[in-house]
Every structure is written in C-alpha cells, then in structure tokens.
C-alpha cells in the first residue's frame, strides 16, 4: 500500500491530484511508520515540485491543493521536509500582493493558517498568518464571509501569536461578528469547538 501511495504522488503533475491524492493515501495509511514515510516523500516532493509555481496556481484558481497540502505535511509525522515545505509556503503568503491573496478563497486562507498555526515557532509561519490576519482586517467584507469552522480555524492560530498586534486585531474583528451573529457573547465558546484555549481567548479579546 505504501508503495502505491508513494507511486500516485510521483505521477501526479497537477496540484490539485497531488493534493487529492496526498489526503486519500495520509487517511488510508494505517501503520504509523508507513504513514510518516509517505507524509515526509510527499513533503519533499511538494516542496521540490509545487512551491515554486505557487502563485501561477493562485491565478489559475488552484490555491486549494496547496492548503489541504499544508494541512497534512504539517503534522509532526512529515517531519522536517513537513516543516521546510510549510515554511517556503507560509514566506510566500506573507509576501502575497492585495490582488492575489484576494484570489484565494477564505476557507483556504483559514486552512493555511491553521497549518502554520502548528509550526508557531517558525517566523515564516508566524508571518504568513500576520498576512492573512492583515488581509481579513484590511479587505471590506472577509471575515462576514467566513463561516463558523473557518472563523475557529483562524482564532485557534490567531491564537498561536497574542503578542502580535495584527493578529490581535484580527481576532477581534471575528469576536465582534460572532457577537453580532450569535448575540450573547456567553455562546463564543460554543463557536470554537476546536479548543477551549482558543475560545478563551476570542472571548478576552472580545471583552476588550
């Protein structure tokens, strides 16, 4: 089984299969050490083959394959090719332009930043997740748009980085629509079912 995990991803020559492929085989996987050896290839090759291409693909739509990436290789089993390969990703989304990362889709954005969320020791993560936080703060209508299971994704990373002005600026303007949205703001742990940490602290940020 692992040989043929490994083999599909080889064969793969569109971000969108890698990634579909990727997500298939890491759920499939059953022994722990055939799972960290297919999750630390498929690091290494995403890094080697996808990276570079990363904002053609965010023109092509394809920004989607990259975070599902992101959201596997960056658990501990990838290793360091999972860190490395989470790392060039996040220094690119920091550098992101207005224009492109408006192209990406919400969900993707709050995908990335969970992702990075897991390496909060990274500068590079830390500041790829201040440019998403950046982008929710600055672009009229993003975080109305967000549903509830991308809004916990962001404050359980927004979470990773309190120091950080941006990030907590962005977490309060997610406070403020899920009190808008819910209308008492006793219900906010409700909304992050991902981690009473996180919702701990949405709910002190939206008490400030």
């Given amino acids: 089984m692992l040989n043929a995990a490994l083999n599909e991803i080889e064969r793969a020559s569109h971000i969108n299969d ?17 799972r960290a050896m297919f999750l630390q290839k498929a690091a290494a ?9 990363f904002e053609d693909n965010i023109r092509a739509g394809k920004s989607w394959g990259y975070a599902t990436t992101c959201n596997a290789v960056s658990r501990d089993a990838a290793g360091q090719p999972g860190i490395e390969a ?27 930043a969970s992702s990075f969320g897991r390496l909060s020791a990274m500068a590079d993560c830390r500041n790829g997740t201040i440019r998403i936080a950046a982008f929710c703060l600055g672009e009229s209508g993003v975080v109305q748009r967000l549903n509830s ?21 962005a977490a309060a ?13 006793a219900r906010l742990f409700e909304f992050t079912p991902q981690g009473y940490d996180a919702g701990a602290w949405l709910l002190q940020v939206a008490r400030r």
Wanted: proline content about 2%; aromatic content about 8%; overall charge positive.
């Fill in 18 to 34: 890698f990634s579909t492929a990727l997500v298939k085989h890491y759920k499939q996987l059953r022994v722990m050490a055939d």
């Fill in 173 to 185: 303007a997610i406070a403020d629509e899920v009190v808008r949205r819910r209308g008492r703001r």
């Fill in 149 to 169: 299971q991308q809004m916990s994704l962001l404050v359980n990373a927004f979470g990773k980085w309190p120091e950080e002005p941006m990030v907590r600026q």
């Fill in 86 to 112: 989470c790392k060039a990703i996040a220094a690119r989304v920091s550098r992101l332009d207005n224009d492109l990362i408006g192209r990406v889709q919400c969900k993707t954005l709050s995908l990335f």
């Fill in 45 to 53: 090759d995403f890094h080697l083959r996808f990276v570079a291409s």
